[in-house]
C-alpha cells in the first residue's frame, strides 16, 4: 500500500500536468521555507501569481459541496505566511495573486479558482 506523502505527491503531479493542461506555468512544487510550512504549487497564470494546495479525497462519496473543512485555519495561515514569504523574495512580475484548491478524488480533479483564505 502506498503511504500518504506518496500519494499525495502523485496527486500534486497530476494537478502540475492539469494546470499545464490549462496554460499555466508552474513555478515550484512543495515550496516549503519553514519547518512545516507549504504550499504545494506555485504557478503563473497570464500575469497572476497562483498558490495552490491539493487535497487528496479518498473518499468515494465524497460530497464536493463541504470542501471548507479539508482546508482548516491552520493550514490557511500556513499558506498566507508562505505565499507572502515567496512573494517577499522573489523577483517575478505578477499583477495580481490567487489562491486555488484542488481536490483529486480517484482520476477526477476538481479545481476552485480564487478561494479566500
Known sequence: MASKRSIGTT??????DY???QGCR?????FSPFHSYE???IAYD???LVFVEVKSVAN?????SNIAHLVNNLKRDKIRKVALYFIENSLLPYKDVR???AFRNG????YYKGCSL
Not at 26 to 30: D, E, G, N
Not at 107 to 110: A, C, L, N, P, V
Open 11 to 16: 496527486n500534486e503531479y497530476s494537478v502540475i
Open 19 to 21: 494546470l499545464a493542461s
Open 99 to 101: 489562491f486555488d484548491v
Open 60 to 64: 468515494k462519496g465524497w460530497d464536493e
Open 46 to 48: 497570464e500575469g497572476t
Open 39 to 41: 504550499v504545494d504549487i
Open 107 to 110: 482520476s477526477k480533479i476538481t
Open 26 to 30: 508552474v513555478i515550484l512544487h512543495s
